[in-house]
């Protein structure tokens, strides 16, 4: 298996710009996890699905971040209109089962500069 | 609320000596999770180990092992004749009912090893 695939690896936009960070989890992982990491916050759990259902949302920091799962092989993170504080390094994660006493497995991140 | 502290934010070692990240916890649960995962330059999250809290048996895996006591709420893991490879951030991670069974992360600790 490939992995937990994200895209892009790097993004740089201009504030305002709308941003679309996408994730494929692997087959068969019926969860899937945002995180974002910060410096000054560290990893932060932003949002999490359940075959495709959104059932966490609490970590989403404001209206301007959305995400959706259409389908179990698919996620995506948005993020409109994008500002300087949205600078991140953002995770995706998949699991077989929920947390704990599953291992999240975690995709290689987009890194995400808002200038 | 759950938390995880580990309060070495940076280590420093020469290459082949001994070196212990500590991590403490902190929950009201008595069914939990406790997970290391490394973080190297390159970005990427791994998973290294995962212990759930009826199970206080020390585990070696190669060069490293981890030393789990409830009785100081500690997980700390130890890597013996560290190389320059495992340079890296380290991230001690607890999941409990209380948190959703979510993931929560420490602030990790930045380990290099100096050739």
């Known amino acids: 298996d490939a992995g937990v695939i994200q895209s892009p690896r790097h993004e740089v936009t201009e504030m305002g710009q709308e941003v679309t960070l996408r994730c494929k989890p692997i087959s068969g992982h019926d969860y899937l996890f945002w995180y974002r990491q910060t410096m000054m916050r560290g990893l932060e759990l932003l949002i999490y699905?359940?075959?495709?259902?959104?059932?966490?949302d609490s970590g989403m920091p404001e209206d301007r971040f959305s995400a959706k799962m259409p389908n179990a092989s698919f996620s995506t993170l948005k993020i409109q209109p994008s500002e300087p504080r949205d600078s991140a390094v953002y995770f995706c994660?998949?699991?077989?089962?929920?947390?704990?006493?599953?291992?999240?497995?975690f995709g290689a991140g987009s890194r995400l500069t808002v200038l | 609320a759950q938390k995880v502290t580990q309060a070495q934010t940076e280590i420093s070692v020469v290459e082949k000596e001994d070196v212990t990240l500590d991590c403490v916890y902190e929950?009201?649960?008595?069914?939990?999770?406790l997970f290391w995962y490394k973080q190297p330059p390159s970005g990427e999250l791994v998973f290294l180990i995962r212990?759930?809290?009826?199970?206080?048996q020390n585990e070696i895996s190669g060069r490293y092992s981890w030393n789990f006591q409830k009785s100081t709420s500690s997980f700390n893991f130890t890597i013996t004749a560290s190389q320059v490879v495992d340079s890296a951030v380290y991230f001690c991670?607890?999941?409990?009912?209380?948190?959703?069974?979510?993931?929560?992360f420490g602030t990790g600790t930045r380990l290099t090893v100096i050739p």
């Open positions: 699905f359940n075959n495709n259902v959104p059932i966490d």
């Open positions: 994660a998949s699991s077989f089962g929920r947390a704990g006493a599953n291992v999240l497995t």
């Open positions: 212990r759930n809290s009826f199970d206080e």
């Open positions: 991670a607890l999941s409990d009912r209380t948190g959703a069974n979510n993931l929560f």
């Open positions: 929950t009201r649960d008595t069914t939990y999770y």
